[in-house]
Protein backbone atom coordinates (compact mmCIF):
# COMPACT_ATOMS: atom_id res chain seq x y z
CA UNK A 1 0.00 0.00 0.00
CA UNK A 2 0.98 3.52 -0.53
CA UNK A 3 -0.18 6.64 0.87
CA UNK A 4 -0.11 10.26 -0.39
CA UNK A 5 -0.35 13.04 1.25
CA UNK A 6 -0.79 16.35 -0.75
CA UNK A 7 -0.45 20.21 0.60
CA UNK A 8 -0.80 23.68 -0.84
CA UNK A 9 -3.35 24.15 -2.49
CA UNK A 10 -5.59 27.44 -2.04
CA UNK A 11 -7.29 30.69 -3.48
CA UNK A 12 -5.05 32.79 -5.51
CA UNK A 13 -5.52 35.62 -8.25
CA UNK A 14 -5.17 35.01 -11.91
CA UNK A 15 -1.50 35.61 -12.51
CA UNK A 16 -0.27 34.50 -9.14
CA UNK A 17 1.19 31.13 -8.21
CA UNK A 18 1.02 27.94 -6.58
CA UNK A 19 3.23 25.69 -4.82
CA UNK A 20 1.61 21.62 -4.61
CA UNK A 21 3.31 19.35 -2.86
CA UNK A 22 2.53 15.52 -2.31
CA UNK A 23 4.70 12.79 0.01
CA UNK A 24 4.70 9.16 -0.89
CA UNK A 25 5.04 6.48 1.79
CA UNK A 26 4.40 3.04 2.48
CA UNK A 27 5.89 0.32 0.06
CA UNK A 28 7.11 2.93 -2.44
CA UNK A 29 9.24 0.82 -5.56
CA UNK A 30 12.08 2.19 -6.97
CA UNK A 31 10.38 2.77 -10.41
CA UNK A 32 7.61 4.81 -10.17
CA UNK A 33 5.59 7.46 -11.98
CA UNK A 34 4.07 10.27 -10.03
CA UNK A 35 1.92 12.99 -10.93
CA UNK A 36 -0.73 15.35 -10.79
CA UNK A 37 -4.57 15.22 -12.45
CA UNK A 38 -7.03 17.70 -11.77
CA UNK A 39 -10.52 17.73 -11.64
CA UNK A 40 -13.11 20.28 -12.42
CA UNK A 41 -16.75 20.68 -11.55
CA UNK A 42 -18.68 18.44 -14.40
CA UNK A 43 -15.50 17.47 -16.09
CA UNK A 44 -13.16 13.99 -16.32
CA UNK A 45 -10.18 14.42 -14.25
CA UNK A 46 -7.71 15.26 -16.36
CA UNK A 47 -3.50 14.78 -16.57
CA UNK A 48 -1.69 17.89 -15.43
CA UNK A 49 1.69 16.47 -15.07
CA UNK A 50 4.05 13.66 -14.39
CA UNK A 51 7.59 12.34 -13.88
CA UNK A 52 8.74 9.49 -13.98
CA UNK A 53 11.73 8.59 -10.95
CA UNK A 54 14.36 8.79 -14.03
CA UNK A 55 12.83 12.27 -14.48
CA UNK A 56 11.43 12.22 -17.68
CA UNK A 57 8.62 14.69 -17.40
CA UNK A 58 4.46 15.12 -19.56
CA UNK A 59 2.45 17.82 -19.64
CA UNK A 60 -0.75 18.96 -20.42
CA UNK A 61 -0.78 21.05 -23.33
CA UNK A 62 -2.84 23.91 -21.47
CA UNK A 63 -0.14 23.98 -18.60
CA UNK A 64 3.03 23.66 -21.03
CA UNK A 65 5.58 26.96 -20.08
CA UNK A 66 3.65 27.90 -16.74
CA UNK A 67 3.75 24.43 -14.83
CA UNK A 68 7.07 22.76 -13.57
CA UNK A 69 6.48 19.16 -12.35
CA UNK A 70 10.11 17.86 -10.00
CA UNK A 71 10.67 14.76 -7.24
CA UNK A 72 12.88 14.51 -4.90
CA UNK A 73 13.47 10.41 -5.12
CA UNK A 74 14.94 10.55 -1.28
CA UNK A 75 11.47 12.16 0.01
CA UNK A 76 9.21 10.31 -2.32
CA UNK A 77 8.18 13.91 -2.64
CA UNK A 78 7.12 14.96 -5.95
CA UNK A 79 6.07 19.11 -6.46
CA UNK A 80 3.82 20.93 -9.11
CA UNK A 81 5.01 24.24 -9.23
CA UNK A 82 1.83 26.11 -11.31
CA UNK A 83 2.46 30.08 -12.01
CA UNK A 84 1.17 32.42 -14.39
CA UNK A 85 -2.53 30.87 -13.19
CA UNK A 86 -5.30 31.54 -15.14
CA UNK A 87 -9.14 31.02 -13.60
CA UNK A 88 -9.45 27.82 -15.48
CA UNK A 89 -6.98 25.85 -13.48
CA UNK A 90 -9.25 26.44 -11.04
CA UNK A 91 -10.50 22.40 -9.88
CA UNK A 92 -9.34 19.72 -7.53
CA UNK A 93 -6.00 18.70 -8.32
CA UNK A 94 -4.98 15.14 -6.96
CA UNK A 95 -1.67 13.60 -7.04
CA UNK A 96 -1.44 10.55 -7.96
CA UNK A 97 1.30 7.60 -7.60
CA UNK A 98 1.99 4.69 -10.42
CA UNK A 99 4.46 1.55 -10.16
CA UNK A 100 3.91 -1.75 -12.24
CA UNK A 101 4.99 -5.35 -10.24
CA UNK A 102 5.09 -7.88 -12.95
CA UNK A 103 2.77 -7.02 -16.04
CA UNK A 104 0.09 -5.59 -13.48
CA UNK A 105 -0.44 -1.25 -12.95
CA UNK A 106 -1.04 -0.29 -9.64
CA UNK A 107 -2.24 3.15 -9.03
CA UNK A 108 -2.94 5.28 -5.57
CA UNK A 109 -4.36 8.81 -5.51
CA UNK A 110 -4.17 11.40 -2.50
CA UNK A 111 -7.22 12.57 -1.53
CA UNK A 112 -7.32 15.79 -3.53
CA UNK A 113 -6.36 19.83 -2.74
CA UNK A 114 -8.61 22.32 -4.28
CA UNK A 115 -7.04 25.30 -6.44
CA UNK A 116 -9.21 28.38 -7.08
CA UNK A 117 -7.94 30.76 -9.20
CA UNK A 118 -10.06 34.13 -9.33
CA UNK A 119 -10.45 36.51 -11.78
Known amino acids: QVQLVESGGGLVQAGGSLRLSCAAS????????MGWYRQAPGKQRELVAA???????NYADSVKGRFTISRDNAKNTVYLQMNNLKPEDTAVYYCNYRHKVFMNLFDYWGQGTQVTVSS
Open 51 to 57: ITSGGST
Open 26 to 33: GTIRSIND
